[in-house]
């Protein structure tokens, strides 16, 4: 007899989010991409929209501004990305993803979709739209 737990939306909803994510990381790791699976949900976001600040990043990656600012220095190092001051606000700094990391971004996601692929063997493309439309309404009362 399956648990509440092995029932739960919410739990099976983070099980394949963290399968996913360790797919792409094994992935990354084979074809010796040196960037996170967190680093490249990074990338994407300032290749979407240019010039944001670490916590506009940390919205639109859901993730706190500790790990943003770490993510941001690593992939600063890498030449990835650049920082630079925002010219209406001197205290503020404006995020912009490099020729470099348009490159890595790129090659990251053909990797992304082999992985959603795999994950997605045996579903049809009415049940994908399904799950997308339960998943973006829940995101919604939670208040993303």
Request: positive net charge; glycine residues 4%.
């Amino acid at each position: 007899m399956s648990s509440f737990l092995d029932q739960s939306a919410g739990y099976l909803v983070n099980m394949a989010a963290q399968l996913l994510k360790r797919e792409l990381s094994r992935l990354l790791r084979s074809r010796k991409i040196n960037v996170t699976a967190q680093q490249w949900a990074v990338l994407n976001r300032l290749n979407e929209n240019e010039g944001l600040t670490q916590s506009e990043i940390s919205v639109l990656t859901f993730k706190d501004n500790a790990n943003i600012t770490h993510i941001v220095d690593k992939l600063e190092e890498k030449k990835y990305i650049e920082r630079s001051i925002d010219p209406n606000d001197r205290r503020t700094w404006r995020v912009n993803i490099t020729s470099e990391g348009k490159v890595v971004r790129d090659r990251i996601e053909i990797l992304a979709k082999e992985v959603l692929q795999k994950a997605t063997k045996g579903v049809t493309k009415e049940e994908l739209g399904i799950f997308n439309s339960v998943a973006e309404r829940i995101l919604k009362n939670l208040g993303k």
